[in-house]
């Protein structure tokens, strides 16, 4: 069974950076994809950033493109988001999810949350000043 384990969240005013880890247990395939995903109150959830680990591929929302780096450590079985130029707006809770299969990169680029299998808890991030 897959496990996901999100740090990392927090309060942070406008314009500062925060770092989210997802530490992930339980993966038994060499294919998966690691998508980031961010739900605001009375709002969906919405797809923020997606990494593949077939060969790397990321994808990213164009509301957080530049701004927002996701990377892999496969040692460690972790994916982090790294989050700078907060806004506002960006408040929301965030998740991470794993699909495992060989349509990782798909997967990836399409990124809506029907296609993960597993969720994490969720980790509060909130940008005000």
């Known amino acids: 069974q897959v496990q996901l384990v999100e740090s990392g969240g927090g309060l942070v005013q406008p314009g500062g950076s925060l770092r989210l880890s997802c530490a992930a247990s339980?993966?038994?395939?060499?294919?998966?994809?690691i998508g980031w995903f961010r739900q605001a109150p009375g709002k969906g959830r919405e797809g923020v950033s997606c990494?593949?680990?077939?060969?790397?591929?990321?994808y990213y929302a164009d509301s957080v493109k530049g701004r927002f780096a996701i990377s892999i450590d496969k040692a460690k079985n972790t994916v982090y988001l790294q989050m700078n130029s907060l806004k506002p707006e960006d408040t929301a809770v965030y998740y991470c999810?794993?699909?495992?299969?060989?349509?990782?990169?798909?997967?990836?680029?399409?990124?809506?949350?029907?296609?993960?299998?597993?969720w994490g808890q969720g980790t509060q991030v909130a940008v005000s000043s």
């Open positions: 999810a794993a699909y495992q299969g060989d349509t990782d990169q798909a997967v990836c680029v399409i990124l809506i949350p029907l296609d993960f299998d597993s």
């Open positions: 339980g993966l038994t395939s060499d294919s998966y994809a």
């Open positions: 990494v593949s680990s077939s060969n790397g591929l990321t």
